[in-house]
């Protein structure tokens, strides 16, 4: 049952009144946001789904009947809308991560993202995929690990990073490589598989 000032609050909100729908997101933000979270366990993710459940709640005030409770009809709109981007991004990670076989793109899968404002799909990925990385880079060991985190930087040339580490550029190259290597390797059995491992 929602209560009387809850109430007050919504039908303010149904006429316009916007300081009353912010007291609403006051009241209820954390909530909508730790579902969107349990959902999809990515704080970026759930705080979009959270905007976008604020959003659809304000524009489907009309809707609300109270035969729930306020909090738990917006909590039921955020649930969907985080199932609903959990699917969506599943699908989308299913055609692009782990194609049919036969049906595999060239190029790296990192290639395939769009550059200019990618959708929440491929943001989720790329969220996913850093992660990942980021885990197994710490992984490595050390003589491997610096000179990747060095050479993913970009700012310094091979014989920079030979005179910072005190090994010669030979070594340093290899080292790169064979941490890339074995970071392509370790994605791979998580499913990444053409994607080429930058920190």
């Known amino acids: ?34 579902a969107a979270l349990a ?22 005030l009309a809707g609300f009947r109270g035969d729930a409770s306020f909090k738990t009809w917006l909590l039921t709109i955020t649930w969907r809308k985080a199932l ?38 491929h943001a989720l990925l790329a969220a996913e995929l850093v992660r990942h990385t980021r885990r197994l880079i710490g992984t490595l060991p050390t003589r491997l690990r610096d000179p990747l985190l060095l050479a993913g930087t970009g700012d310094h040339s091979y014989e920079e990073m030979a005179a910072m580490l005190g090994a010669p550029v030979g070594t340093v190259k290899w080292r790169v490589s064979e941490a890339r290597r074995l970071l392509r390797q370790k994605l791979a059995a998580l499913g990444y598989g053409g994607v080429s491992p930058e920190p």
């Open 1 to 34: 049952m929602t209560d009387p000032v809850t109430l007050d609050l919504v039908e303010r909100a149904r006429q316009g009144d916007a300081r009353a729908f912010g007291e609403l997101v006051d009241r209820h933000r954390q909530a909508v946001y730790r």
């Open 84 to 121: 609903d981007r959990r699917a969506s991004l599943g699908r989308w990670l299913r055609r692009r991560v782990r194609p049919a076989p036969g049906h595999e793109p060239s190029g790296d899968a990192l290639d395939r993202l769009p550059a200019a404002r990618p959708s929440q799909e």
């Open 39 to 60: 959902a999809l366990r990515l704080p970026e993710e759930a705080e979009e789904v959270a905007q976008d459940a604020f959003v659809t709640a304000y524009r489907s």
